[in-house]
């Protein structure tokens, strides 16, 4: 079974500009959630779609969105870029209906602002 | 509000000595309570889950976690360290009812020969 896949794995970008990052979740799971991993801040909840409806949202400013389909792949939009939003974004898929549901980690994209 | 204390950044062992990651959780319900590994340039991968069903949990790769309330604890240990367990472990809570996982800082895990 494949598993949770991210693209691109490396981006570089310029501060003001806007970047939308992909995750295609483990086939079967409907539940996608990103997280932000900085060496200051540690790894951070952004947010977790379930049936294209966003179910949870951690405290990221609004620059920071994302978008579920049909097809329960995610998307993952910043905008106005900022040098601090230099990061690895990891993306987790699950089956998103149990209360204790084992999250699957992608290899996350490395995102860097210059 | 659910959080974990990784009380060490850096531990550093032998090859073929015993590994002890510490963990304390904080939580005003039964937690669920994960260790997560991540090894340089690679995702993150579940080692074992507490669920409330018992308090010693078996994980992968020979680790396992113990579940102490008493102490609001929940330490990594493996037997015996590998060369290949060098990496980052993370200790993890997840509040009920979310789909959302609440990082600890981390461990780095050194093993040398």
């Known amino acids: 079974k494949a598993g949770v896949t991210q693209t691109p794995r490396y981006l570089i970008k310029t501060r003001g500009q806007q970047v939308t990052l992909s995750c295609s979740p483990i086939s079967g799971h409907r539940s996608v959630s990103w997280y932000q991993q900085t060496p200051g801040q540690g790894l951070q909840f952004l947010f977790e779609y379930f049936s294209e409806t966003q179910r949870n949202k951690g405290n990221f400013p609004g620059r920071f969105s994302g978008r579920q389909f049909s097809n329960s792949r995610s998307e993952m939009n910043v905008s106005t870029l900022e040098l601090g939003d230099s990061a690895l974004y990891l993306c987790?898929?699950?089956f998103g209906q149990g209360p204790i549901d084992e999250q699957y980690f992608g290899p996350g994209t490395r995102l860097t602002v210059t | 509000a659910q959080s974990v204390t990784q009380l060490d950044s850096h531990v550093s062992v032998s090859e073929g000595t015993p590994v002890l990651l510490r963990c304390n959780y904080s939580?005003?319900?039964?937690?669920?309570l994960f260790w997560y590994v991540q090894h340089p340039n690679k995702g993150l991968q579940l080692l074992l889950k507490?669920?409330?069903?018992?308090?010693l949990v078996k994980g992968i790769n020979g680790f396992e976690a113990e579940f102490k309330k008493s102490e609001t604890s929940f330490h990594l240990t493996k037997p015996s360290a590998h060369m290949s367990d060098a990496a980052e472990y993370f200790c993890?809570?997840?509040?009920?009812?979310?789909?959302?996982?609440?990082f600890g800082t981390g461990t780095r895990l050194l093993v040398s020969p």
């Open positions: 987790a898929s699950s």
């Open positions: 939580s005003s319900y039964s937690p669920s």
């Open positions: 993890v809570v997840s509040p009920p009812g979310f789909q959302k996982l609440v």
């Open positions: 507490y669920t409330s069903a018992a308090t």
